[in-house]
């Protein structure tokens, strides 16, 4: 497919300021037969971050990594986005990962941001995600906030999925990113890159944390750097979603013992199906205290007893996940793209799912 890159025109302004890309993936809007779907899909993310306050224009390069967009489709999307697009082919097999670095190859920039194709993004993400870059070249890498959206079901998973935890390596830092969310000074990523590996469906941005925090490289945080990731498109979607969460949970707790545990309590990340129920334990329990630190909506009284029991039920979710894992071993059939018979589905215009006793369940698509 032929790219039609459009590059901002160099200025003495500009000369000193470090050069930008954006890399998206649409590993989630796999889960259907239908390529119109996958199609307007993007078509719809890609119109709204042409309204992000950092114009589109000024990105050295826009990456979307595909399955199979045909030359109708690119023009289509690079309307959708008012500049030129780099668009990179993936083998079938790819996975969300892979498709990452086959991105991150793509560009040229000194710092490069990736995004989901199921997210949702705040108008000044992208700034709020540069400027750290362009306030000080000793910036490394810079994570932005990732939630669900903000109700009860919402704020309950995020406590789950999406918590960040403060770094020994300086005030403002993390210990952790999610892939979603994030901008790399190009040195850092192309040093280290992800490692996929079968048997881990969303868990490689949590191993490279634990690489940055090793080799000394602070993770700057910066919440307002928000994007919202939306649900998969129904409920027997979702629960996929939490075994596949639990699963990772089996294959990411030798690393956090290696990481986090004296030498001599390491023997706790090594009793089979038992290290992984402590590790889900343990998260509920640093959950538990995130909930009203996520930049969401309060939750109080029964509200908050309603999230809480939201949260008992992804966590169970999760542990059945864990334990299928653990006795299945390879035959769970999970990977870094998902389930080798098919990824999870984001297509619809908003979240779909629902929770009664909620706040604000209109997503941010259906509100544009």
């Avoid at 993007?42 to 595909?66: N, Y």
Wanted: some cysteine.
């Amino acid at each position: 497919m032929t790219s039609h890159d459009s590059h901002p025109v160099d200025t003495a302004a500009h000369a000193a300021r470090p050069t930008t890309a954006l890399v998206l993936e649409t590993n989630n809007l796999r889960g259907t037969s239908d390529p119109a779907r996958v199609v307007a899909s993007l078509e719809r993310l890609l119109r709204h971050l042409s309204a992000q306050s950092f114009p589109l224009g000024d990105l050295r390069e826009l990456v979307i990594t595909h399955d199979g967009l045909d030359e109708r489709d690119a023009a289509r999307l690079e309307a959708a986005a008012g500049r030129g697009v780099r668009f990179v082919r993936l083998a079938d097999d790819t996975g969300y990962y892979e498709a990452k670095n086959q991105g991150f190859d793509a560009t040229t920039a000194d710092v490069v941001a990736f995004g989901d194709a199921d997210c949702w993004p705040d108008p000044a993400w992208l700034e709020r995600l540069f400027a750290p870059f362009l306030a000080d070249p000793a910036t490394r890498v810079v994570a932005g906030r990732t939630t669900y959206r903000d109700d009860l079901l919402g704020i309950a998973a995020t406590s789950i999925d999406f918590m960040y935890f403060p770094s020994p390596l300086g005030e403002g830092a993390t210990r952790n990113f999610y892939a979603n969310n994030v901008a790399f000074h190009r040195d850092v990523f192309a040093a280290r890159r992800y490692r996929p590996a079968e048997g881990i469906y969303r868990g490689h941005c949590q191993i490279l944390g634990m690489r940055l925090e090793a080799d000394g490289v602070p993770i700057r945080f910066e919440p307002r750097a928000h994007t919202t990731h939306r649900f998969p498109d129904g409920a027997r979607e979702l629960l996929r979603l939490r075994l596949l969460r639990g699963a990772d949970t089996v294959e990411i707790t030798p690393h956090l013992g290696r990481a986090f545990l004296p030498s001599e309590w390491r023997w706790l990340s090594r009793l089979g199906p038992v290290s992984p129920l402590l590790v889900l334990a343990v998260r509920l329990g640093f959950s538990a205290r995130a909930v009203g630190r996520q930049g969401l909506s309060d939750t109080r009284g029964a509200r908050r007893a309603a999230g809480m029991a939201i949260m008992g039920g992804i966590a169970a979710a999760d542990a059945v996940g864990a334990l299928a894992r653990a006795a299945a071993g390879a035959d769970f059939g999970v990977h870094d793209g998902g389930f080798k018979r098919g990824a999870l589905s984001y297509h619809g215009n908003g979240d779909r799912l629902s929770v009664a006793a909620g706040g604000n369940t209109r997503s941010a698509a259906e509100a544009s």
